[in-house]
């Protein structure tokens, strides 16, 4: 998402005032911007003289990748802006509508938190401190919100939740520090608070400093108007009842770019001052102008509850309660209560609302004149209202309450923040002196086509008097009667949706009871009354390493940015300034075209026909580009050049004859520019034939019997013949568990999707490539493939990726491919991004699996044996998915010894796209299934998970399952560090005390362990090259086969070379990587790219070294610069290649021998979380991770641990059964971890006094090893669970849970009445979504 800040005058009192607003690029309609002064990042400052905010990002190493990083600052830059002095608080609200996929979040906070105040109110718990208050409801230690809810906090906890220590080392800012003489990286980079000067901050123009005038503009589809008066725009609606009206876009914007929705003539009605203002009817309510937008709205709202008493605001604070989690401050700066109303939603947040509080919504015409509709009777079905085409909704009245009256909203959403509703509700009930019930209106969103009233609930309500079971019977009634629904209801969860709103209805009655009368229900069921609070964000980062002196020493700042120095991104200005180009900043190139994609709208059928003459007679189309125009293509040839992949060369790439998966390429439109390509793609009709059964699932596919024709086993002890004797024998294990673990997919997410561009050459059939690409050689090697021209002519250049993670290792390549067909034809340059939803759609994921594993172990919990059949799913064609199965069955045994096993692995064909890479490469879905049975056996033996993990850690010397002698491992220090260090005991007792106390919220804790093992697992993978080029002025050029893609491998490949040359950073520089400099390179993966590159790097430039030494001992001694000047004059060169292969790397999957890792990294993670048991909500209190990483070249964890979060939390991919379409496409479908859903506190240790001696500088890779740790958060839900079944009489033994811990299986796992009850309750129809 790219970000700008629109400055526009506001006249509140006739006076203008300048507001500056971020808002979403993507959304703003040029000519909405008339009269508004838009500023980008670029005008902010520049890598010369960054402005505050970039500075700040760039130096707390919040940009990696760099493509969220324009969003992230004009965020920050709008707070500062318009606040002078942000609190903590602020900041973190800035950022609630942005997303970043590397950084784990915690550097951007850091670099942001400069900017706030530290609190002078006095509060210990300061609000910029880490206090869990929001501005509004104070302190979080126990203080009452204003709402009236109360939130727990314990004054004993160390107030910004500090689990490493006692919190004695609370810095004055709120940060925690770790006080072990080690070095605490928030000390360095934190030591001063940043106050911007204003006065340097670009001024509003001076023209602008007017009101904006009516106006329209016409263009050649239609026309934009743009009244600034309510009696302009009826007459416009009168002459054009079908002309769209306009305000914020943020929900026309989604239907035109997501539905193709078009609308020819818009109404732009933002600029009209009486449709934005509000009046205040004594006694009564407040009118208000329905253009508002939601974040005046918020003001006013505030504004009213300050100004009048309590009882009268019951309604606004509902309103207000329901805007905190509506959107991000970006779309509320824009959107408007008009909007949300007249879009009709059923998942609208404001109308359950205004449903519930009766409120009166007035509409006028020219013709039909002015009307009052009731709010409840506006809406008539899915997104049908009774507003006439002709009519413009004006104003709102919002009334006030009475004394007696009660109003309540509630949303539950899959994530907290920035997110659509899954169910929302208000309800409001009024009570005479006897507490009896006089009216009830109980309003529910997302349980309907439509917002409505369950009117047989809310009827039986009344005349009740209100106790704990006033609500008996009434959600039965709701769910029964008011709102039926089957399984195949449209957004699914349906369960879970009936739950939600029992759960509702449950709060609902207590809150009510409380304020009714304090004493009225038990102190253990308060929890119910307020939602999961969190601190700030914050956490330390503790590492040892000294920075190590470099072996060259001519220069006095040779220090500078040294192997072991945490140096900021070498990038990192260039992304916080948007000087980065990404492969879409490159500028157009002479002829360029675009194309746009057709893709299958079904899966497993036949393509009958494909039309398009309507396409071709578009103004600007080329040409329609399929497998017929690949040169050479003989469709009779199996092995043709439209085939491709990987490994084993089994997927077409355009399809010719079937389709196999919703989303495949089929062809490609190719168009003068972006816009007609799309459209004109658009228009290419497609028909389908011999339509076959869909496999989706990996159950679907075990039941029908597809798999690729990719098996391994892997033998071990007692299941080995050969090997039987050395191995504890298997009647050791007196019990068995057996069972099955399910895992879902991930999508990548990064934040760039895949892009390339095509450039044919006039000369020699030569290509130029470039491409997001984790792979240039694949990419090079294929189009040389497709094409049928010589490697040696395809040059293919990365500068950088937005974001990679195994998405864009082997998937990058058929775009690429498909691309060059089209421009080698047309022989002119082709470029194509895909869209978000293509992306996901077309390039696969992390791979689904399940493990059905039966587990031998003896009466302490000793593991002795382990039989388990992996099964991933593949999709359509294989690509990279015997590789992945390899790891995956290579890390089922996580960190324990297992004398005994036999691991079998299979591959699903199912028809979706094509899983693939993503970090962890089934490295964490194997140890994801290792933990699911460690649970069973724990659980099995009704002892602690943690006490049967520890017994069977790893000691040096054991042996794998896949028969690797294990040196050096430092697992079992890693463990008792952490153990100690997070005080497990004490949290353990604090945990079960406090799940005694409280009813409707447990607390869970987690400590678990990973192993992750590094190299490729293809042996010839294991290799790299790299060219360093010293000139005659001493500045040094390097080039080596990664990408960079964020993870600051180029960054450290300078460091490398500094340490090595013994120059500064400064010194060298890096432009891209390109196949014709550095060739047949391995893709960048598989987290040694560092070690392999860095090797390469290394060997360059130590042979360079060896011929430098004769001028090293030259007295008196040379500078850097003499000594390169001297060894130019004397013919020495100065320039050459280094090339690594890792040794001793072999395995042989026949006989389960030979060294399948170079080695491994070990960690530990514990953490603390805290569920609602009433909603599935859940937040991460705190998180600690020890790993040992070696002597680390530039550590950086956090993003992969959020990432492994997210997998088994949030991340959840569903299609369609019947159609094979991916349901979770986009960011509105689709959840990774936003800002908000971090652990509260992340601390993050590296083992000391550790060496790796098979990697360069002894470091170890930190790349993939710590996403599998973010797992711990899974785990510590799952314990919560366990003491809420053990609540509620479930049986307390092993219980299946599945990951990922949506609030949905959250809430079904917790059981209880009302999970029954929602469950009991006949679904008809097939489920709605799936997880493939
Ligand atoms: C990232 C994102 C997050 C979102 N999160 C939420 C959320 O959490 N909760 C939620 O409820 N919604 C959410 N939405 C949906 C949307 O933002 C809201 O519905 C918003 O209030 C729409 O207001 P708008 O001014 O942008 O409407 P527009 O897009 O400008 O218009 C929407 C519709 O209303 C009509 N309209 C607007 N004003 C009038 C008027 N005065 N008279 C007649 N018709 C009118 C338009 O013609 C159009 O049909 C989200 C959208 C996005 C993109
Ligand atoms: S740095 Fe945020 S997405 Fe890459």
């Given at each position: 998402m790219i970000l700008i800040a629109f400055s526009s005058l506001y006249f509140p009192k006739g006076e203008y005032e300048v507001q500056h607003r971020s808002v979403n690029a993507c959304l703003a309609l040029a000519c909405s911007i008339e009269g508004k002064h838009v500023i980008t990042i670029e005008g902010i400052g520049s890598s010369a003289n960054p402005h505050p905010t970039q500075e700040a990002i760039a130096y707390s190493h919040g940009s990696q990748c760099g493509f969220c990083t324009p969003g992230i600052v004009m965020s920050l830059y709008t707070l500062t802006r318009n606040n002078a002095k942000p609190t903590g608080h602020d900041v973190e609200e800035a950022f609630d509508g942005n997303l970043c996929r590397c950084t784990g979040y915690r550097p951007i906070l850091e670099g942001a938190q400069e900017f706030a105040v530290p609190d002078v109110n006095g509060c210990a718990n300061g609000k910029s401190n880490g206090c869990g208050g929001h501005e509004a409801n104070g302190c979080a230690n126990g203080h009452t919100h204003a709402n009236g809810h109360n939130h727990s906090g314990s004054d004993s906890e160390c107030p910004v939740g500090c689990s490493t220590v006692e919190c004695t080392a609370k810095k004055a800012n709120g940060t925690c520090s770790v006080q072990n003489g080690s070095v605490d990286i928030e000390d360095l980079q934190k030591a001063k608070h940043r106050v911007i000067d204003q006065t340097k901050d670009l001024p509003f123009p001076e023209p602008l400093k007017q009101q904006t005038d009516s106006f329209m503009f016409a263009h050649e589809d239609g026309a934009w108007y743009h009244p600034t008066t309510l009696a302009e725009l009826r007459q416009i609606k009168h002459t054009y009842p079908n002309a769209k009206i306009v305000t914020g876009n943020t929900e026309i914007g989604i239907e035109v770019r997501m539905k193709g929705f078009d609308f020819p003539v818009m109404v732009h009605v933002s600029d009209i001052a009486e449709m934005a203002g509000y009046e205040e009817v004594k006694g009564e309510g407040v009118w208000m102008g329905v253009g508002t937008s939601l974040t005046t709205f918020q003001d006013r709202l505030k504004h009213f509850i300050a100004t009048y008493e309590p009882h009268q605001t019951e309604n606004f604070q509902a309103l207000l309660d329901n805007l905190k989690y509506f959107a991000g401050p970006q779309i509320r700066n824009v959107a408007s209560i008009g909007g949300n109303i007249v879009t009709a939603s059923a998942i609208s947040d404001l109308n359950p609302v205004f449903v519930a509080i009766d409120a009166q919504l007035r509409v006028s015409s020219l013709k039909g004149g002015e009307r009052t509709i009731a709010m409840k009777d506006f809406f008539i079905g899915y997104r049908r209202t009774l507003l006439q085409p002709a009519e413009i909704a004006e104003s709102i009245f919002l009334p006030f309450t009475k004394k007696g009256e009660y109003t309540l909203a509630f949303k539950q959403s899959k994530r907290k923040h920035d997110d659509i509703a899954i169910v929302n509700a208000c309800f409001r009930i009024m009570v005479d002196s006897q507490n009896v019930v006089t009216h009830a209106t109980l309003a529910f969103g997302g349980l309907s086509p439509f917002t409505r009233i369950a009117q047989d609930a809310s009827a039986a309500v009344v005349g009740r008097k209100w106790g704990p079971d006033v609500l008996d019977g009434v959600g039965e009634k709701v769910i029964t009667k008011d709102f039926v629904m089957g399984?195949?209801?449209?957004?699914?969860?349906v369960a879970y949706r009936r739950q939600l709103a029992l759960s509702f209805l449950k709060k609902f009655t207590l809150y009510i009871s409380h304020k009714l009368d304090t004493n009225s229900i038990q102190s253990t069921e308060l929890?119910?009354?307020s939602e999961i609070e969190r601190g700030l964000a914050h956490g330390s980062q503790t590492y040892d390493r000294e920075p190590e002196k470099p072996t060259t020493g001519t220069s006095p700042t040779a220090l500078e940015g040294a192997v072991g120095s945490s140096i900021p991104h070498l990038a990192a200005l260039k992304q916080v300034t948007g000087e980065a180009a990404y492969l879409d900043d490159i500028p157009r190139l002479a002829n360029e075209c675009y194309a746009g994609l057709v893709l299958s709208t079904e899966a497993n059928a036949a393509i009958e026909s494909v039309d398009t003459t309507e396409a071709l007679a578009m103004d600007g189309v080329l040409g329609y580009i399929t497998a017929t125009d690949i040169p050479g293509y003989d469709p009779a040839d199996p092995h043709n050049r439209n085939i491709v992949g990987p490994i084993l060369h089994d997927e077409e790439l355009y399809a010719t004859k079937r389709v196999h998966f919703h989303g495949q390429m089929i062809g490609l439109v190719v168009a003068t520019s972006e816009l007609v390509a799309r459209k004109a793609a658009a228009k290419v009709k497609v028909t389908y034939t011999d339509r076959q059964p869909l496999v989706i699932t990996i159950e679907d596919a075990i039941e029908k019997g597809t798999f690729f024709d990719i098996s391994r086993e892997i033998r071990t002890g007692h299941f080995d013949a050969r090997r039987?004797?050395?191995?504890?024998?298997?009647?050791?294990?007196?019990h068995h568990v057996e069972g099955v673990a399910r895992m879902s997919a991930q999508e990548h997410f990064y934040l760039e999707t895949h892009a390339s561009l095509v450039n044919p050459k006039k000369e020699d059939n030569e290509i130029e490539i470039f491409a997001s690409t984790q792979n240039p050689t694949e990419t090079q090697v294929y189009v040389s493939k497709v094409l049928g021209i010589?490697?040696?002519r395809i040059n293919c250049r990365v500068k950088r990726l937005g974001g990679g993670f195994g998405g864009k290792e082997t998937r990058s390549v058929n775009l690429t491919c498909a691309l060059a067909v089209a421009a080698h034809k047309l022989k002119v340059p082709v470029r194509c991004m895909y869209t978000r939803e293509e992306d996901m759609a077309i390039s696969g994921q992390r791979h689904p699996f399940r493990g059905d594993y039966k587990v031998g172990f003896t009466a302490e919990g000793k593991l002795v044996s382990l039989e388990v059949m992996i099964t991933s799913n593949g999709g359509f064609s294989a690509d990279l998915s015997s590789s992945v199965l390899e790891r995956a069955m290579t890390h089922v045994d996580n960190c324990y010894r297992i004398p005994n096993a036999i691991i079998r692995g299979r591959i699903a064909k199912t028809n979706i796209a094509s899983n693939t890479a993503f970090r962890g490469f089934g490295g964490p879905q194997g140890m994801m299934l290792c933990e699911q049975f460690m649970c069973h056996v724990a659980e099995y033996l009704g002892k602690p998970v943690e006490e049967i993990r520890q017994i069977n850690l790893y000691k040096t010397g054991e042996i794998t399952p896949f028969r690797q002698p294990l040196t050096d491992v430092y697992i079992e220090r890693v463990w008792d560090e952490l153990h100690q260090s997070a005080q497990f005991e004490k949290r353990r007792r604090e945990v079960d005390e406090f799940n005694k106390l409280h009813t409707h919220r447990k607390r869970g804790l987690a400590l678990m362990p990973t192993k992750f093992g590094l190299a490729f697992t293809a042996r010839f993978l294991n290799q790299a090259g790299a060219l360093v080029h010293i000139y005659t002025d001493g500045s040094v050029l390097i080039t080596h086969g990664g990408t960079e893609m964020g993870q600051g491998l180029h960054t450290k490949m300078v460091q490398i070379a500094a340490h090595a040359l013994g120059v500064p950073v400064s010194k060298i520089h890096l432009s891209e990587t390109q196949t014709s400099t550095v060739p047949n390179t391995s893709a960048t993966a598989a987290s040694v790219s560092s070690d392999l590159n860095g090797m390469a790097v290394l060997n360059a430039c130590n042979t360079i070294l060896a011929r430098l030494a004769p001028y090293q001992s030259h007295t008196p001694p040379l500078t850097w610069e003499q000594m390169i000047n001297k060894a130019y004059f004397d013919r020495v060169s100065l320039s050459a290649t280094g090339f690594y292969a890792t040794p001793d790397l072999s395995y042989d999957w026949a006989t389960n021998e030979g060294r399948m890792y170079n080695y491994f990294t070990y960690g530990a993670a514990c953490a603390e979380v805290e569920v609602d048991t009433l909603t599935g909500e859940w937040g991460c209190r705190w998180a600690d991770v020890c790993m040992d990483i070696g002597k680390s070249l530039n550590p950086a964890i956090e993003g992969a641990f959020i990432q492994g979060l997210g997998w088994c939390t949030l991340e959840e991919p569903l299609l369609n059964p019947n159609t094979g379409m991916l349901l979770t496409r986009g960011p509105g479908a689709y959840k990774i971890p936003s800002f908000r859903d971090i652990p509260v506190s992340l601390n993050v240790r590296f083992l000391s006094n550790v060496s790796n001696s098979r990697a360069v500088h002894s470091s170890k890779a930190v790349g993939e090893p710590p996403l599998f740790l973010g797992s711990v958060v899974f785990f510590a839900i799952r314990d919560a669970i366990k003491a809420k079944r053990r609540e509620v009489g479930e049986d307390d033994g092993w219980f299946r849970m599945d990951s990922p811990a949506t609030g949905e299986r959250i809430l079904a796992a917790c059981g209880g009445t009302d999970a029954v009850l929602a469950k009991d309750v006949r679904e008809e129809g097939r489920a709605w979504g799936v997880a493939a």
């Open positions: 399984s195949a209801t449209p957004g699914g969860m929890s119910a009354l039987r004797e050395a191995e504890v024998p298997l009647d050791e294990a007196v010589p490697a040696n």
